[in-house]
């Protein structure tokens, strides 16, 4: 079964610097993986996926991923935060076969310092 | 504008009852599933249907129930059997396959009063 790992339950930057969330996966094919945004009482609204090609992919808000195979990692990155990127991000993978129910890691919440 | 809506936003529950959440989406997408959030523990499967009349148990299905009845349609009831009742739901929709993703409602807040 897939699984996914956000080490970093609780992440502070300062507003102008850069960010990176950690996302690692564990699936036996090629994955379909996803970044998700969700703002307090919200649902979840999609960042970026990869599925195939490119392995570093751009996504909404400025935000952009890199599939890593070797390190089973996807990780999340900005190069320059707003106060307006506070939020709860999640990582999630799917199958690359078969059906399709998308796992969801614990969820990284971001804080902004002005 | 096509998306998923739920309803109620928030819903209050006495001991012992059960209570239905509504989930209604009008994308034509096959699959649905709902999540519960509860603070530090990510999203996790309550249930999913890949085609009408069909669901499936997820992770957590003791004390709820589904019906899939049409395709826009995936109501969950809280029963009282579910001993912890109080969290997030959010439902989601998607097309069948792996190269989608998946589409949230806004979720409805279930506590029990």
């Known amino acids: 079964a897939q699984s996914v790992t956000q080490p970093d339950i609780h992440i502070t930057v300062s507003e102008g610097a850069s960010l990176e969330l950690r996302c690692n996966y564990s699936y036996g094919a090629t994955p379909y993986l996803f970044w998700y945004v969700q703002s307090p009482g919200q649902g979840l609204q999609l960042l970026l996926k990869y599925f195939s090609g490119d392995t570093l992919v751009q996504g909404i808000k400025g935000f952009e991923a890199e599939f890593k195979r070797s390190q089973s990692s996807f990780n999340l990155r900005k190069p320059s935060v707003h106060w307006s990127d506070a939020a709860e991000y999640f990582c999630?993978?799917?199958?690359?076969?078969?059906?399709?129910?998308?796992?969801f890691g614990r969820g990284t919440s971001l804080i902004v310092h002005p | 504008d096509g998306g998923i809506t739920q309803s109620p936003k928030y819903l209050f529950r006495k001991e012992g009852q059960n209570v239905t959440l509504s989930c209604e989406q009008n994308l034509n997408h096959d699959a649905m599933y709902w999540y519960r959030q509860d603070p530090g523990q990510g999203l996790r499967l309550i249930y999913y249907?890949?085609?009408?009349?069909?669901?499936q148990k997820g992770d957590i299905a003791e004390g709820y129930s589904v019906s899939r009845e049409k395709k826009e349609s995936f109501p969950l009831t809280v029963t009282s059997a579910q001993k912890n009742p109080t969290a997030f739901y959010l439902c989601a929709s998607s097309q069948q396959g792996g190269d989608t993703e998946a589409f949230f409602g806004q979720g409805t807040r279930l506590t029990v009063v």
């Open positions: 999630a993978v799917g199958a690359s076969g078969g059906s399709y129910i998308p796992t």
């Open positions: 249907s890949q085609i009408v009349n069909d669901f």
